[in-house]
């Protein structure tokens, strides 16, 4: 009885703790992992919506409600956005599915209106919120699982200059993606867009901000402004009372979050 009860209790333990893990990738050797992705939506619930039906789980961390896909958390507040992605640094950000024919099929279905792939492209097609968050979407039959995420792509005036800042400030490795300058996080591609003019930066539109979680936030925190990052505010709690939060804005106009325990 007593092997039984410790198989039972050790069995009840690997449920609860696989899938705290598994919400994000686990930080490198900087501390930085992707975090989320935080949405401003006229229609609060058809956007939280549109975000399940792509695949994702709602789930709650005290008064945080998100929306989890493996490898990061979405977050929607309502409000009236100043404009969608497209004219933003932020010009989408996408996801990996295995299966894009299947996919695209299902959503289909589930009434969301996708985007066929540039130039005929089989592998990739695209969709927007409402408000004009624009999501990628591209296929990787290797990954385990349907849908995860996969990077940020910004489209900014200086590609050198930024991929070299979250080299530097978050231990992004710089690399390529197909034709364009890229940095790898544990869990996102950052990948940098050449374009000509200045795009206006995250903050209030339809993609407010980025997010990244943080092993030992103030330490973090300490390390970016002795280099000279400012941050926009100390270091507080989140609503939920337990999660670490502050804030940042990158020298092209991004607008970041840095957490300390965002997953539930």
Partial sequence: MTIRLLLVSCLALLLWTTPARAQLV????????????????????????????????PVANGSLQMIRFPGVFLLVRQAEPTGGTLGSVVNHFGFHVKD?????????????????GNNGRVD???LNTADG????????????????????HWNIVAVPEMQAWYAKHFGA????????????????????GKVDATNAGTRGRALDHIGFEVRNLAQFIARLEAAGVKMEGPMRKAGNGTTSIAFLTDPWGTYIELTEGLAP
């Avoid at 968050?133 to 940020?152: C, F, Y």
């Avoid at 490795?173 to 940098?192: E, I, M, S």
């Fill in 26 to 57: 686990t930080p490198g050797e900087g501390g930085v992992t992707m975090g989320h992705v935080h949405l401003v939506a006229r229609d609060l619930e058809g956007t939280r919506k549109l975000l399940i039906a792509l695949g994702g789980t």
């Fill in 100 to 116: 894009i024919k299947a996919s695209v099929t299902k959503w289909q279905a589930a009434g969301l209106m996708i985007e066929p």
């Fill in 124 to 126: 990739q097609a695209w």
């Fill in 133 to 152: 968050a624009r999501i990628e979407i591209l296929e990787d039959t290797s990954i385990a699982e349907p849908i995860r995420m996969h990077h940020i």
């Fill in 173 to 192: 490795v710089p690399g390529k993606r197909g034709q364009f300058d890229a940095a790898d996080l544990p869990g996102v591609n950052l990948t940098f």
